[in-house]
């Protein structure tokens, strides 16, 4: 799968790529380097979250009837992506990279609770293969 770097205050991560956008959006990061914004603001530099929440955000939870849902915030998507990618296997590391997290410890530390415990079914694979 395609990868897009993007530059978070003082270090820099690593995304999934086009694949998962529309074709749509793919004009935003054509030839933009990494140093560039992926979602500019309309005169072209950084998107600031006041303008996003009142230009894109709000409108979006109005016409989806989610207005009034207490607590849903923008940082809801990054939550909602996270969680949805561990649903479907992702590892801590890989996770870490797409969240621009410092290090694994801060992943685990905001998610280890939706990874399945698998205790039983490690000791089981270990089990089999230590015979004694």
């Known amino acids: 799968m395609p990868t897009h770097t993007w530059s978070k205050p003082f270090r820099r991560g690593t995304g999934p790529g086009s694949s998962l956008y529309p074709a749509s959006c793919c004009p935003w990061w054509e030839g933009q380097g990494a140093e560039n914004y992926l979602l500019r603001g309309p005169r072209g530099g950084r998107q600031t979250t006041t303008n996003w929440r009142n230009r894109i955000w709000a409108p979006a939870l109005r016409d989806a009837g989610m207005q009034d849902i207490e607590g849903l915030v923008i940082h809801s998507l990054r939550h909602t992506y996270a969680s949805l ?11 870490q990279a797409v969240l621009g997290h410092a290090s694994a410890t801060e992943t685990l530390d905001t998610y280890a609770d939706l990874w399945p415990n698998r205790t039983g079914e490690v000791a089981e694979v270990i089990g089999q293969d230590i015979r004694i």
């Open 85 to 95: 990618a561990i649903k479907t296997g992702a590892d801590v590391k890989t996770l």
